[in-house]
């Protein structure tokens, strides 16, 4: 299990406000790192689980860890509303996607594979592009992952959510979370400055092919960096 306790803080405190169980932790913990990363691809993390499994609230909850005050969106069905949304925040959160579009499918590929959209403002020669895409992305949604296209599918990490048995009242639940953030980010921040001690060496063991690398490569090196920093 990963150890997620730290000298400011611990992580603990907002795994005890999550619904989720060991192997989903570690994958929530995984994604945060490799949101505050700079300058690599990450997968998109994508929330799934029946109703009242607390997939919007864990949502807002890690996205405003890493860009607070960021709003949950829905999926943008346009190429404009795409650029402003990719634009205006660090993580971009899209809720209750129940389909997806082979335009949104594409989009989602391209931002999580480090590309943009770019498209000519109308009766213009200038390029409208996202920006470069060091941006974090968080789904929600029920579509399950057999019915998203492969190229995507293989771009996600799925946390599929219990249902709630007994939810928390959601003004004590938010309270506590805010009370917490401070030392949250804290220890994750610490975490993240020992992931960045592992890398180093965790990429020279890549390089000699110990380390099988897929499709999300900066993915898998963030992974392994991560577990080498917590054993």
Known sequence: MTNTDTTTGSLAELRALLNVDDEQWQTI?????????????????????????????????LQHLVDPGAPLRPLPTTENAWIAMVDAS?????????????????????????????????????PVSTPPADRAFILTGTLHPEQIR?????????????????????????KAYEEARPRIFAALLDLVSAVLGKLTAV??????????????????????????ATA
């Open 29 to 61: 913990v995984a994604w945060l790192v490799a949101a505050l990363l700079p300058g690599i691809t990450r997968p998109a993390l994508y929330l799934t689980g029946e109703q009242c499994s607390g997939k919007s609230v864990t949502a807002t909850m």
């Open 150 to 174: 492969a190229d995507l599918a293989q771009r996600l990490v799925v946390v599929e959510l219990p249902r709630l048995t007994e939810p928390r009242p959601q003004l004590d639940l938010w």
């Open 90 to 126: 660090r993580v971009v959160a899209f809720n209750d996607v129940d389909r997806l579009t082979d335009w949104q499918t594409n989009a989602l590929c391209v931002a999580l594979s480090g590309g943009t959209i770019v498209k000519r403002s109308l009766g213009t020669a200038e």
């Open 203 to 228: 990429r020279e063991k890549a390089a000699r092919g110990d380390i099988p690398a897929g499709r999300m490569a900066d993915w898998s090196l963030v992974v392994a960096a991560l577990e080498e």
